[in-house]
């Protein structure tokens, strides 16, 4: 069967500030070496509403406080209720950095008004006082793969670990509705005090982790595939293996950097 599908990739003149594109390079990439056909759609300002309605999986990127203000505002208009209502029914998301904060209940930044957000994600983030210390650096977490409905028994720690970087002065907290998306080995995640790292709701992962988080752990990126082309075509799908053999080499030595066997 020939495959399709459809990426959006919002706001990517605003929300490209960390290398996010490569995040996208790795999708379109890893679709492509398996015959399946990927079309990329930039969802800006100008772009017509209707067009989110054509979308497969869903990417949105990181940008500084003005700029998600900016979007903000685009997003609380019918974009945004097409883009809740795609959440609802299935739709395949990745928000890294900043998005996930707007697709959360608030984002407050530490100068100037507080951001209403989608409320998609039962999160809020705050900002400590304006000079408080940013969570930044080399983060490894576990993946929680059990809340996105994955048998996770046959991992091996490069697919039960990712790693990445991170650098954001938001504290994010989880609602009871919430499920943590990893919890921290090392580094900060969320808030800095409760290990938990990113979102998730239904099909939707919200992280803090830079780098970008796909190149570095591609096993993300397939699960992200996967679940799209099963969302899509209502079928079980299963991807062609991929030698994956430098990209594992390369986080077996993150891991033993940060002190971690495996």
Not at 127 to 151: M, Q, T, Y
């Amino acid at each position: 069967m020939n495959y399709k599908l459809v990426i959006g990739w919002l706001y990517p003149t605003l929300m490209s500030t960390y290398g996010d594109r490569g995040n996208i390079t790795v999708l379109q990439k890893r679709c492509e070496w398996r015959g399946i056909e990927v079309k990329i759609i930039p969802i800006e300002h100008s772009t017509n509403d209707q067009s989110l309605k054509t979308i497969d999986l869903i990417f949105g990127g990181g940008a500084q406080d003005h700029e998600q203000e900016i979007v903000m505002k685009d997003l609380l208009g019918k974009k945004g209720e097409i883009l809740k209502e795609l959440i609802e029914n299935d739709i395949p998301a990745l928000f890294v950095c900043g998005s996930p904060q707007l697709m959360g209940k608030f984002y407050e930044p530490s100068l100037g008004k507080r951001i209403e957000g989608l409320g998609i994600f039962d999160m809020e983030t705050t900002h400590p006082e304006p000079n408080s210390k940013r969570l930044i650096g080399n983060i490894v977490a576990k993946v929680n793969w059990e809340n996105l409905g994955v048998d996770c028994s046959q991992f091996t720690v490069h697919r039960s670990q990712i790693v990445g970087f991170e650098n954001h002065g938001g504290r994010t907290t989880l609602g009871k509705n919430a499920k943590p998306f990893a919890t921290v080995v090392k580094g900060f995640g969320n808030n800095g005090n409760d290990k938990t790292e990113g979102v998730i709701y239904k099909n939707a992962i919200g992280s803090y982790f830079h780098g970008p988080l796909l190149p570095k752990n591609p096993e993300i990126a397939d699960f992200l595939v996967q679940r799209t082309l099963e969302v899509k075509y209502g079928k079980k799908v299963e991807l062609e293996k991929l030698d994956d053999s430098l990209e594992e080499k390369a986080k077996a030595a993150i891991l033993e950097k940060q002190g971690i066997k495996t």
